[in-house]
């Protein structure tokens, strides 16, 4: 064999040996990194009408995620919640301007605006309705408003959670068409 | 990102001194396309520009910091009938890429595959703001009609870690241009 067919053999090798160890590194990095096999679901979560409770001075509402399909498909691979939010329309039908809150809480026994404030965690503030009028709280309007996301994460992750809905002073609201929007992180 | 557009700057100005000082072949190059998520369903494809430097410190094996801005399409959700959108956010990469090039068989052009490592901030409406290691790699192809100009095509996988857990991947499609500092 001469000395340029032993070059030419052994370019060769040494190019195949780089895209082999190219190739096994790409391997390694798949197989151990979890986070480039996960991806993000969204469960768009309707609470009925009939579902949402007026307490002492608030009303209230249970979401359980547990019993959607995308939860039930992920709920053993779930890394993480992404992002949350609730849209909602809220009608005044007093006569003076409404201003309101929104507090979760994983307890759904929470008896009245004082229990609500001393143990939920408030993530919607700033809310304000003017009398005979209805406000269509938005997902751009929400993250105006929006406090206390890790928090929020936090109780979501749980699969179950209750949410209250209270003003400062009693007055005639209607709270209705309720909807959760939850982004799980979860593998693939 | 303020404070990081100067530092990348010093760290190019560096390489080419240092590459210039050892003889080391240098390019730097801007580049533009889109950036694809894959696997979310939170969000959409958005575009992306970026700035890099390459040192060719062997024929076959070039490094490559580099700065990447890219924005998700904001989602639309139709939530009881109502169509509401939901903001995309954004990504401000800086990172070092591994290059391994065809050596110079084509004379106008080569391909490379590319691996390497980046920090990441992640801005969103409503979520806190996070700092998170990435991971890349994907694969090029950079034609050269001059000796100092290149036009370069690029597909690159980027992965990046979450504070609580889980990713987000996307596949990011580029061309740009490259100017080159010596003949190739």
Known sequence: ?188 | MKKSIPVFGAILFLLMMVSTASAAKFSIGGFAGVNIPLFQEDVKSGLLFGAKGRIAVLPFLGVEPNFVYSKYGDKDFDIGGLSMSREGGTITSFGVDLLLMTPGEFSRGRFYALLGVNSNSLKRKGNPDQTQLGLSFGTGFEFLPTDILGIEVRARLHGISLEGGGGRNNLELSGGLNYHFGKQ
């Open chain 1, 1 to 188: 064999m001469n000395r340029n067919k032993k070059k030419e053999i052994g370019d060769l090798i040494k190019k195949k040996s780089l895209w082999g160890l190219w190739g096994c590194i790409l391997l390694i990095l798949l197989v151990s990194s979890c986070f480039l096999t996960s991806g993000t679901w969204v469960i768009i979560y309707e609470v009925e009408n009939e579902d949402i409770q007026a307490g002492a001075g608030f009303y209230k509402f249970t979401v359980d995620l547990t019993e959607e399909d995308i939860w039930k498909d992920h709920k053993d691979d779930i890394d993480d919640i992404a992002d949350i939010s609730f849209t909602f329309k809220l009608a005044n039908t007093g006569d003076d301007t409404l201003t309101g809150r929104v507090y979760v809480s994983s307890d759904s026994a929470l008896a009245d605006t004082a229990a609500v404030k001393s143990s939920a965690t408030i993530i919607l503030d700033g809310i304000s309705v003017a009398p005979g009028a209805t406000l269509q709280m938005t997902l751009a309007h929400y993250y105006d408003l929006l406090q206390n996301f890790g928090t929020l994460k936090d109780l979501v992750k749980s699969g179950k959670f209750s949410a209250y809905a209270i003003t400062p002073n009693p007055i005639k609201m209607e709270l209705s068409d309720v909807w959760v929007v939850v982004t799980i992180s979860a593998g693939l």
